[in-house]
């Protein structure tokens, strides 16, 4: 079933947060770090939205506006499924018309495993991925072995990494920390959001 109204709502919460932290804040307007940003929920193999397009030449206006847009962005109904390959499939056609970037990453964040539609697996067979690295971000408290099952099946490309929130109420300190981690090699930042469940 879809997260809770109280998971869910750490989840938004932690990404504004993130977004409003010094250190997060300092990397993405530093002069001479190119960042482009986009943000989309996901869950069942037919839902897939958009919360922020593509943002590039972030200022602090910017941000601003992209927290408010994350806050005010209604969510999926709930007890859906979890379509993690669907999901990677959308981030990819996004990338067809991001700005141009050295680096593309789609950053999945999740507390289930693929359990309607295209897996992972066969979503990396049947579509040209490019370049692009594919990193993750397993929430748990729902399923068990979360993690092992991000880097077996949804990681890919150079220095794709796993981050682990062992709770949702640990979601806020690890995406601030893994957003840290990919600002840093200034890379091109493709956020993924999940209004989904592992059921």
């Not at 941000?63 to 990677?88: C, K, Q």
């Not at 897996?119 to 067979?125: C, L, S, V």
């Amino acid at each position: 079933k879809s997260v809770s109204t109280t998971d869910y709502k750490i989840q938004r919460d932690g990404v504004i947060a993130a977004l409003a932290d010094d250190e997060v804040r300092d990397l993405l307007l530093r002069p001479g770090n190119h960042v482009a940003l986009m943000i989309y929920h996901w869950s069942g193999a037919d839902y897939q939205g958009v919360v922020v397009d593509w943002r590039e030449g972030l200022g602090a206006e910017d941000l601003a506006a992209i927290s408010e847009m994350v806050r005010d962005h209604p969510r999926f109904a709930r007890n859906m499924p979890t379509a993690i390959g669907h999901a990677l499939e959308f981030g990819r056609q996004a990338m067809a018309y991001a700005p141009d970037c050295a680096h593309h990453v789609i950053d999945v964040s999740g507390d289930g495993r693929n359990n309607d539609g295209t897996t992972p697996k066969h979503a990396y067979e049947w579509e040209d991925f490019g370049n692009i690295t594919v990193n993750g971000l397993a929430i748990g408290g729902h399923e068990a072995d979360l993690a092992d099952y991000y880097r077996s099946n949804i990681i890919r490309g150079p220095g794709a990494f796993v981050e682990v929130a062992a709770s949702p109420d640990d979601f806020p300190a690890v995406i601030k920390r893994k957003l840290v981690r990919e600002l840093a090699e200034q890379v091109s930042l493709l956020g993924v959001r999940a209004d989904q469940g592992g059921g």
